[in-house]
C-alpha cells in the first residue's frame, strides 16, 4: 500500500446521484452526456473541507444504477467518456487529492458482454441478493481473475490511486489472493479497500490480500449508541475496533451511499457532532459521505428507487447549497484539521477510560501522542473521572473554549490534546 494512504481521508460521492443522470441508460448510439465535469466545480470545496481524495461510486456503463455493470472499460454515457475521467483526475491532481474508483466486481448486468463467464445455480444464473438483473460472476475461471486484473491495470494507469472492491464480502478472499499481486507489482502505490459487512474483517484482509475493509461494526454502534443513549454498544466496538487495528487499518464513516444519513438516524441533532469527534479521533481510513458534511438528510428504504433520497443531486455550486448547513461543514473542517495536524491518529489504539450509558472517555495513542475525547449526551453536566493533566482543549463544543473540564454541559463533548497539537 502507498504510505500516502495514512493521510487519506476522502470525500465519498455517487456520481450518477450527484450529477443528476437519468436513471437508466442512455438509448444506444447516444452521444456522451458531460456530466461528470460537474464535479470539477467541487473539487474545491472537497479541498476546503480537508479532504485529501474522492472516493467515487460507480462511473462504468451500466443499466441503471452503476452497480449493474455492462463494461468496465467504458465510462457510462450518462456521464461522459474517458476524456472526462481524465480532465477530473488532472484537475483533482492538480488540487492534491487522489481519487479511487468504485470496483463492482462480484456481479454484473444480464446484458455483460461474457454470459460464458456467469455463474450458474442449477438451471439459470447465479444472481445477487434476489435481485436478478444482478448476475453473479464465477469468480473459479481464470478468464474472470484476468478481466478484473486489466479493468485494475487500466484505470490505475490513467491517474487512479485505488479501489473500492464493491460487494466483497460476496466473493471469496482468495480470488483477490489471485488477482492483486499482478497489479500490486505494476501499480505498488496502489490501495484496495473491500466492502465487508460483518464477520472476520482482519481474515479477509489477510488471506485477500486487501489493504482494508469497511468498517460497518463501527458505523452501526457510532449512530445506534447515540440514538438509544447506550454508550455500552460504543465501548464494545471500539474495542473490537482496537484489536482490529492490530493487523489493519480499517476504512471508517458515519454515512455511505448505502445507508440512511446520520442526521435522519439521529433523534438529537446535537449529537451529530459528538459522532464526527468519535470518526476522526480514533484510528482508520476516514470518509465523509457527499451532503453529511452540509446535514443532508435521508432515508434509505427497502424497495425500487429506495436509494435516490441517500443519493441526490447536488447543485451546480457550493453557492446554492442551504444556508442551514455551514455550520455543519465548519464542525467537519475543525474536526477534520484537528485530524490531519495529528496524523498520527490513522494508525492509534484507542482505550476507553470511563463509561456509563450518556458518558464516554477514550484516549487514542500512538508512540509519545496522545487524544482524549470525552462525550456527555446526559440532560446534565457531568464531570469525568479521568487525568487530563498536560493536555488542553483541541476543539469542544463549548464556542468560548472555557468549559471546566473535565466536567461537560450536557450534551457536550471536548477533544483533548498535549499543546503541540
Not at 89 to 113: E, K, P, Q, T, Y
Not at 204 to 214: H, M
Not at 226 to 241: I, P, T, V
Not at 316 to 331: F, I, K, N, S, T
Request: overall charge negative; proline content about 5%; glycine content about 10%.
Amino acid at each position: 500500500m502507498g504510505r500516502w494512504a495514512d493521510h487519506a481521508i476522502w470525500w465519498h460521492v455517487y456520481p450518477l446521484g450527484f450529477t443528476g443522470a437519468p436513471a437508466r441508460a442512455l438509448p444506444a448510439g447516444s452521444e456522451p452526456q458531460h456530466r461528470l465535469r460537474r464535479l470539477e466545480n467541487w473539487l474545491d470545496y472537497a479541498v476546503e473541507l480537508g479532504c485529501s481524495g474522492l472516493m467515487l461510486g460507480p462511473v462504468f456503463a451500466s443499466e441503471t444504477h452503476g452497480y449493474d455493470t455492462v463494461d468496465h472499460f467504458r465510462i457510462d454515457p450518462r456521464l461522459g467518456d474517458d476524456a472526462d475521467v481524465d480532465r477530473l483526475v488532472a484537475a483533482a491532481h492538480r488540487r492534491g487529492l487522489r481519487i479511487v474508483l468504485d470496483g463492482v466486481f462480484n456481479h454484473v448486468s444480464r446484458a455483460f458482454g461474457h454470459p460464458e463467464w456467469f455463474r450458474r445455480d442449477g438451471a439459470d444464473y447465479a444472481v445477487f441478493e434476489g435481485h436478478a438483473h444482478l448476475v453473479a460472476l464465477d469468480h473459479a475461471q481464470p478468464a474472470v481473475a484476468d478481466y478484473v486484473g486489466r479493468v485494475l491495470d487500466h484505470w490505475l494507469g490513467r491517474g487512479v490511486s485505488g479501489w473500492r472492491l464493491d460487494a466483497a464480502y460476496a466473493v471469496r478472499p482468495e480470488f483477490w489472493a489471485r488477482v492483486l499481486p499482478g497489479v500490486r507489482r505494476r501499480h505498488p502505490d496502489a490501495w484496495f479497500a473491500g466492502e465487508v459487512l460483518h464477520g472476520d474483517y482482519a481474515s479477509y484482509v489477510a488471506r485477500g490480500g486487501l489493504d482494508t475493509v469497511t468498517q460497518y461494526e463501527l458505523w452501526k454502534a457510532i449512530w445506534s449508541s447515540l440514538h438509544d443513549g447506550n454508550f455500552f454498544e460504543l465501548s464494545w466496538a471500539l474495542k473490537r475496533h482496537d484489536e482490529l487495528m492490530g493487523s489493519f487499518v480499517p476504512q471508517t464513516f458515519v454515512g455511505n451511499h448505502d445507508v440512511t444519513r446520520l442526521a435522519s438516524r439521529l433523534t438529537d441533532e446535537r449529537h451529530l457532532a459528538h459522532a464526527l469527534a468519535v470518526l476522526f479521533t480514533v484510528g482508520g481510513v476516514p470518509s465523509v459521505y457527499y451532503g453529511d458534511e452540509q446535514a443532508f438528510r435521508g432515508v434509505k428504504e427497502d424497495r425500487e428507487g429506495g436509494d435516490d433520497e441517500i443519493r441526490p443531486e447536488f447543485p451546480a455550486d457550493a453557492g446554492q447549497l442551504a444556508p442551514c448547513g455551514w455550520p455543519v461543514y465548519r464542525l467537519h473542517q475543525r474536526l477534520i484539521g484537528l485530524r490531519r495536524r495529528n496524523a498520527w491518529l490513522v494508525r492509534a489504539r484507542t482505550e476507553v477510560e470511563h463509561l456509563t450509558n450518556r458518558a464516554m472517555a477514550f484516549r487514542s495513542r500512538s508512540g509519545d501522542d496522545e487524544i482524549l475525547t470525552l462525550l456527555n449526551t446526559s440532560d446534565d453536566a457531568y464531570r469525568f473521572p479521568v487525568d487530563i493533566d498536560g493536555l488542553r482543549v483541541l476543539d469542544s463544543s463549548s464556542p468560548d473554549g472555557k468549559a471546566p473540564l473535565p466536567t461537560l454541559p450536557p450534551h457536550g463533548w471536548a477533544v483533548l490534546g498535549r499543546a503541540s497539537q
